[in-house]
């Protein structure tokens, strides 16, 4: 099961209820005792609101203040009529019309800021489709943007350059006002960024897998490590490009990218392998010996094959011989060792079709 959040313009006024919501959340922190909607029946906030917002706010200890709280209502005090692809919310007179698709079995909660009305929905997974090929993702070295590639078709697509311009357009703002000391600005202008990358991630995610979808094929990812446990030096991993994952500020991006990734292929049942990436950027793809990279470049000096390192790195993560991503590294190795007899020879895919340079 996967939720799903759908963000829609109510195009109503809720000043004041959103007022009262945030005295309510401040209510709650200054007094810690405060824990039914009994004690906060005075501020006039109907109390279903008020009781997911003590929910959220009263057993809070690290935060003093809240500048503003989004009015949230329980999946519960919802109501939805599918055929009409209404959505109604009693307590705020509101009612909506949604376009996203019926799928959902339930709606968990509902959220409203000034603008926007957030959805929250329940979807089951799909079963898993029977596919008898990969795509692989990589990123690209140049900019955020991810490169997928088929090694079944030859073919490569680069996704998502939009993000390398944003990068590049915000440093400059971002190094301007960190000259000038403007910390409240600087702060607004990482955010905005941050949800510029988001967007672009969410569009890259369903492009890769309405490729899949039209390629009959899964998904496979480069297992990614340390980015949950990145605070300490000793966790510090380096990434196959020989960067520590602090320094390398992409990597979130691409972490969210996977991400989403996974979410939407999990609702149609495309199946996702998540793979190793020690050398799938030294891989030759082609002949599956170690070759040179340089920069953007990537050249074999065994076979002779050139081609961009990216897709190169694509092709290598598709060709993979994959690892299921819930194994253990022990079993891993037991697995592999089971199926192939041996883990250390470099293996090529059988028959691989050789594929126009990209
Ligand atoms: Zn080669």
């Known amino acids: 099961m996967s939720i799903l959040t759908y963000k829609l313009r109510h195009n109503r006024d809720f000043a004041t209820e959103l007022q009262k919501a945030t005295r309510v959340a401040n209510y709650s922190l200054k ?17 279903c609101i008020a009781n997911q917002i003590l929910k959220k706010y009263g057993s809070n200890k690290k935060l003093k203040n809240v500048a503003s709280v989004k009015l949230t209502i329980n999946g519960y005090f919802v109501k939805v009529d599918k055929e009409k692809k209404e959505i109604e919310i009693p307590s705020l007179k509101l009612k909506l019309n949604y376009l996203f698709p019926n799928e959902f079995t339930k709606v968990n909660q509902v959220e409203l800021d000034h603008k926007y009305i957030y959805i929250s929905v329940q979807i089951p997974d799909k079963p898993q489709i029977q596919v008898d090929h990969y795509l692989g993702v990589d990123r690209n070295t140049t900019g955020h943007c991810a490169v997928c590639a088929i090694p079944k078709t030859g073919k490569v697509y680069k996704l998502g350059k939009k993000a390398f311009h944003i990068h590049r357009k915000y440093k400059k703002i971002r190094q301007h006002l960190q000259k000038a000391n403007a910390k409240q600005m600087l702060k607004k202008i990482r955010k905005r960024e941050k949800n510029i990358i988001k967007d672009i991630n969410h569009k ?97 000096p065994h076979c002779g094959h050139v ?26 190795i037991t697995d592999r ?16 079709p050789m594929r126009a340079v990209a």
């Open 31 to 47: 007094h810690r005792k405060c824990r039914t909607t009994k004690d906060v029946k005075h501020i006039g906030l109907k109390a």
């Open 204 to 300: 890259v995610a369903r492009k890769i897998i309405e490729i899949a979808k039209e390629n009959n094929c899964g998904i496979k990812l480069e297992k990614l490590g340390g980015i949950r446990d990145s605070k300490g030096a000793k966790n510090r991993k380096i990434n196959k490009n020989g960067e520590s994952f602090k320094s390398s500020i992409n990597n979130w991006e691409f972490y969210q990218l996977q991400q989403f990734i996974e979410y939407k292929s999990k609702i149609c049942g495309m199946p996702v392998l998540y793979i190793d990436p020690h050398y799938t950027s030294q891989k030759c793809s082609r002949c599956g010996l170690i070759g040179n990279r340089n920069g953007k470049k990537f050249s074999c």
């Open 307 to 332: 081609d961009h390192a990216d897709s190169n790195a694509a092709f290598n993560i598709a060709a993979f011989e994959f690892q299921e991503k819930s194994l253990s590294n022990d079993q891993l």
């Open 337 to 352: 060792d089971v199926i192939k007899g041996s883990t250390d020879t470099p293996q090529l895919e059988t028959q691989q």
